[in-house]
């Protein structure tokens, strides 16, 4: 009788069968319990989550769908049936197959991204670390960096600058990325070769998780870093890319802050700099720059990539012209 019953009322499933079918790790699936009301699992009488069939197949669909950068809270309140049609929708667009099939990795990266902004949307400290800690011992620095640290930083980013996440959070974000990142670059071995950059963020701009991660991809092209942090005047830049033969300089710009001195600090800069230094600036505030300050000897770069791009233009102009240090 009472496996009738049991049959009927099918398989239950505790929350670790749940976070190793789905990926989504056990504080995830209570957070988006609690928060959200994504499913409403049965208890055991010691408390216990106990999953169906359709809670797993729930999940399942929630997160494959926020992989694809959908919001759990714009999710959560949807019927199964429609997520699994949105879900296909998305999968045709993509030109996937039905079914796909990710790799180990992108599975792996794509559940710390999720963790980590779970983690910041929940104040959670110590969750981010360790999903931040996990991710940059399994993975080189590159992989970090692409994968893990700029999507999520773009998404904090985002949801900051639409009102959806708080300073705070933003704070929490970019303190732990930015311990990670100096712990790897610290961990790096360069070639002592290789050409040297100087990497900060110019006078009035503060924040400096972008110049970070510059630095931590121009570590990963192989450059000798030389990170000074943020709010640097042109004088002190300079004379550090003196001091160390520098073939180029990156500058992160920081969004919402005035442009005029900005452009004035640039300008300052690239005239006390010889032409063989290249200035190259990224980050959003780098599109509020004058245009005639960026055709001024000054190169605005659209995202990490193209950095990377220009960094392995350069290097191999430099290996070309024998690899002379720039004074």
């Known amino acids: 009788m009472n496996d009738e019953k049991s049959e009927e009322r099918g398989t239950r499933h505790s929350i670790g069968v749940v976070a190793d079918r789905t990926g989504l790790s056990v504080h995830q699936l209570r957070a988006w319990e609690r928060r959200h009301g994504a499913v409403d699992p049965e208890r055991t009488e010691g408390g216990h989550r106990l999953y169906t069939d359709a809670d797993l197949h729930r999940l399942e669909l929630l997160a494959d769908l926020t992989d694809r950068g959908r919001r759990i809270g714009q999710l959560a309140g949807l019927p199964t049936e429609e997520l699994s049609a949105l879900l296909e929708r998305d999968r045709r667009s993509e030109g996937e197959p039905a079914e796909p099939q990710p790799a180990a990795e992108d599975g792996d990266l794509a559940r710390a991204r999720r963790e980590a902004l779970e983690a910041i949307e929940t104040f959670d400290a110590d969750g981010l670390e360790a999903t931040v800690r996990r991710a940059s011992l399994k993975h080189g ?87 000074l942090g943020a709010d640097l005047p042109a004088d002190e830049i300079v004379r550090t890319v003196r001091e160390v033969g520098a073939r180029a300089v990156a500058l992160s710009l920081v969004y919402g802050v005035d442009g005029a001195p900005t452009e004035q600090e640039l300008r300052r800069l690239r005239e006390q700099l010889p032409n063989s230094v290249e200035v190259l600036l990224g980050g959003r505030g780098a599109r509020e720059i004058d245009g005639a300050a960026a055709g001024d000897g000054l190169r605005v770069l659209d995202g990490f990539s193209e950095f990377g791009r220009r960094l392995r233009q350069l290097e191999e102009t430099s290996a070309g012209n024998g690899g002379e240090a720039q004074g």
């Open 141 to 227: 620095l590159r992989t970090f960096v692409d994968e893990l640290v700029v999507p999520v930083l773009t998404e904090v980013g985002t949801r900051w600058h639409g009102g959806e996440l708080g300073v705070a959070q933003e704070h929490l974000a970019s303190g732990v990325f930015s311990r990670a990142l100096q712990h790897m670059l610290e961990g790096s071995a360069t070639n002592a070769s290789a050409p040297a950059i100087v990497v900060a963020t110019p006078s009035g701009h503060r924040h400096e998780i972008g110049a970070m991660v510059a630095a931590a991809v121009a570590g990963s092209e192989g450059w000798k870093v030389v990170f």
